[in-house]
């Protein structure tokens, strides 16, 4: 496993692995104010970056809890993490299984 960039001294996981295209990890390390919509716009990167078979929720699972991901609290970077938490949620068994159609009377 290659080693994390300097950003993330604490994280034990190789970042690039989950996060490959580094949008999120820009995101995280911008030293400016983002613009509104920056957080949206890193996660539908990091979605459509993510290799083919790759878990969108397993990966925002892991990097939820890795920091600075976990840290995050306010501005765009702590919109991405509330994003990060919705799609781990929503784990691919979960997405797979039939949904029951309530019968309405």
Known sequence: MSSVPSAFPAAEIDIAAFDPGQSLSALYMAEEPLPR??????ILSW???LPDGTDPARAAQ???ETSPFSDASGGEAGKASELLRQIAQFPAE????PRRRRVRN
């Open 37 to 42: 919509g920056a957080a949206e716009g890193a």
């Open 47 to 49: 979605l459509l970056a």
């Open 62 to 64: 892991i990097l939820g």
């Open 94 to 97: 979960r997405l797979a299984r």
